[in-house]
């Protein structure tokens, strides 16, 4: 094993233990793009479905449960929905939900709808740009591997004997 494999396996061995304390949590709306913030004010998440990482330590953690900000979500109407102001969570791993609905009360659900549905087409675009990009970088590496010089070794037998040979071509 050379030096560069046994670095990566120690930087490797190093993070992937962290990685078991991060819990995943998405925010769901219905309809979708509502922006959400924590309820505090603190900080906006994005726009759902938006996702945050928790660290599962003793900074965040009562009692056998992750503790974290309740959320605010709010529409392009103005509509607005909570959670309560503290999300539990009491799994240390895992990716998880939390929903929101928009209040069946709340005037101009058109265009919160039509917000929505926008929302989603840029989403839709986004996965399809990641797909190219993807395509993309295959095809340059299939490119640089087909630059690559090639070697040939073989044998020739001939009145003289064996000639062994080899021939290196771009």
Same mark, same amino acid.
């Given at each position: ?6 670095? #990566?396996? $120690? ?22 793009? $509502? ?8 900080? @906006?998440?994005? #726009? ?33 929905? %909570? %959670? ?14 939390? +929903? ?30 990641? #797909? $190219? ?31 062994? +040979? @080899?021939?290196?071509?771009?």
């Amino acid at each position: 094993m050379n030096w560069n494999k046994l670095h #990566i396996m $120690a930087i490797l061995f190093c993070i992937l233990p962290g990685c078991s304390n991060n819990i995943g949590l998405t925010y769901h709306t219905q309809p979708v793009g $509502a922006i959400i913030s924590y309820s505090d004010g603190s900080q @906006q998440v994005g #726009i759902s479905p938006a996702r945050s990482i928790f660290v599962w330590d003793e900074k965040h953690v009562v009692d056998g449960c992750l503790r974290t900000k309740g959320i605010t979500a709010k529409w392009v109407s103005g509509a607005q929905a %909570s %959670s309560p102001e503290v999300i539990t969570i009491c799994s240390k791993t895992g990716e998880f939900t939390y +929903y929101l609905a928009r209040p069946s009360e709340a005037p101009e659900l058109e265009s919160d709808m039509h917000f929505s549905q926008e929302v989603e087409r840029t989403r839709i675009m986004q996965k399809q740009a990641a #797909i $190219a990009n993807q395509q993309v970088q295959l095809q340059m590496i299939q490119m640089f591997n087909s630059m690559q010089p090639k070697t040939t070794t073989g044998t020739i037998w001939g009145s003289g004997g064996r000639i062994n +040979y @080899q021939e290196t071509t771009k």
